[in-house]
Antibody, heavy 118, light 108 residues
């Protein structure tokens, strides 16, 4: 069955970077996009960006464009989301999800809590 | 971007009752590209409905979706104990993809 297994919780200081991984299994990794979405406590989910696992094309939300980098390792069937220049407002749960272009995200990871605190 | 507004924020019901959740869009959702998810704390969100009214694989038929354009509804015909959770809508018809604020279905 399709599984997206994310890396564990992180605690970071302001100004640092965090890199979250998402290990995919149970499907052809290169046939899908991997989306990254976050949920700040008390707020709605917000889309950060995606990567086409096949050719590596990426698209980022304007809000995160300057600070986020999404990559993938096809041999490891793993996607990565790196967020830099962290601030306290980046404290959130970060999710990966897979989707075909123009289709609903049909499988999600369990989420990775990231706490940014001095 | 399309803003999705869900109502009510909280729905207090008993097992066996019918739940009706609403999702309104600030502009028409292209191709009715609207999905509903169930989310329990600590778990991965679970796709229930896609394309406004199509049930995802393995989803019980007590879950149904309807609507088009700017108004969408998720109905749970008879609540089972495992259905008490947060539900959110998501539009993928226009970039950027956006999400509703969620409706918590809690036990009365």
């Amino acid at each position: 069955q399709v599984q997206l297994v994310q890396s564990g919780a992180e605690v970071k200081k302001p100004g640092a970077s965090v890199k979250v991984s998402c290990k995919a299994s149970g499907y052809t990794f290169t046939g899908y996009r991997m989306y990254w979405v976050r949920q700040v406590p008390g707020q709605r989910l917000e889309w950060m960006g995606w990567i086409a696992a096949g050719n590596g094309d990426t698209r980022y939300s304007q809000k995160f464009q300057d600070r986020v980098t999404i990559t993938r390792d096809t041999s490891a069937t793993t996607g990565y989301m790196e967020l830099s220049s962290l601030r306290s407002e980046d404290t959130a749960v970060y999710f990966c999800a897979r989707a075909l272009s123009g289709r609903a995200c049909d499988s999600w990871g369990h989420g990775t809590p990231v706490i940014v605190s001095s | 971007e399309i803003v999705l507004t869900q109502s009510p924020a909280t729905l207090s019901l008993s097992p066996g009752e019918r739940a009706t959740l609403s999702c309104g869009a600030s502009q028409s959702v292209g191709s009715n590209s609207l999905a509903w998810y169930q989310h329990r704390p600590g778990l991965a969100p679970r796709l229930l409905i896609y394309d406004a009214s199509s049930r995802a694989t393995g989803i019980p038929d007590r879950f149904s979706g309807s609507g088009s354009g700017t108004d969408f509804t998720l109905t749970i015909s008879r609540l089972e104990p495992e259905d008490f959770a947060v539900y959110f809508c998501h539009q993928y018809g226009s970039a950027p993809r956006t999400f509703g604020g969620g409706t918590k279905v809690e036990i009365k």
